[in-house]
């Protein structure tokens, strides 16, 4: 079983595994070395975003984001968004992503948030109800472009 | 039929209908006021918070809200989240919803994002179906406290 270090994200790991990891979900490693930057610094400023890696070696293997909402509802509470949970194909099983998600709920707790949320397709759903998610509703999407 | 105003919320307005119809959600028109006050500050300053405001006569009767998520995958894109999305009761049935969302869409697609998502339960889908919005997934939670 691989022992990763999970830490927060840093600009060295962009070309490092990050982006190209990010694939999987959708096109990100070919981003204009500028454009990623500039994506880096507006979200690393951000104290609301909060992006964990999965280092084994050199190598960035996986990586999830949580971005924390400010509401009106429930006395001015937070929420907890987990997005874009990710781990390479052949690191998979080794409880890489439960490991990154879970440490995103511990950030979540710590800070405020009331509740944690995520959205996942059925396949992967087993692993989030694993972890203690409950399924609460739909995710409806319209694409714009 | 009742013709609002659909305009971006105003400090206010606070205390002019909006928290009140945030309530039939979660509690919100019991929060302090200065509270209040420093979550209309945080959102308003954000200008990847937008929220909209439903005005008849002197009165809010509905509102939803779209943040926008800088992301790395899609080339850096961005993604729009519809939140939080009221009306009062006594409102209802007037496409007040829809006019709301609608205009959310809108400023999610001239603001870039590549999608908008939501999150509802199955008794509202038909409204977000008719708004050309697609179910492609499950929203899970994980409460925190």
Avoid: W
């Avoid at 052949?90 to 405020?112: A, P, Y």
Wanted: aromatic fraction near 8%; glycine fraction near 6%; charge should be neutral.
């Amino acid at each position: 079983m691989t022992n990763p270090i999970i830490r927060e994200l840093r600009k060295e790991d962009l070309y490092n595994g990050f982006l190209k990891s990010l694939d999987s979900l959708a096109q990100a490693s070919s981003m204009d070395s500028s454009k990623a930057q500039t994506v880096f610094e507006k979200i690393n400023s951000n104290p609301d975003y909060i992006i964990l890696v999965a280092k084994v070696g050199e190598r960035i293997v996986g990586s999830a984001t949580l971005f924390i909402e400010q509401k009106f509802i429930h006395d001015g509470g937070l929420t907890g968004h987990i997005e874009d949970v990710v781990v390479d194909l052949d690191f998979q099983g080794q409880q890489i992503g439960k490991k990154i998600v879970s440490r995103l709920v511990e950030i979540s707790k710590s800070r405020g948030c009331y509740k944690t949320i995520l959205d996942c397709t059925d396949d992967v759903m087993p692993f989030y109800q694993r972890l203690g998610f409950k399924k609460v509703a739909n995710e409806m999407r319209l694409d714009n472009v």
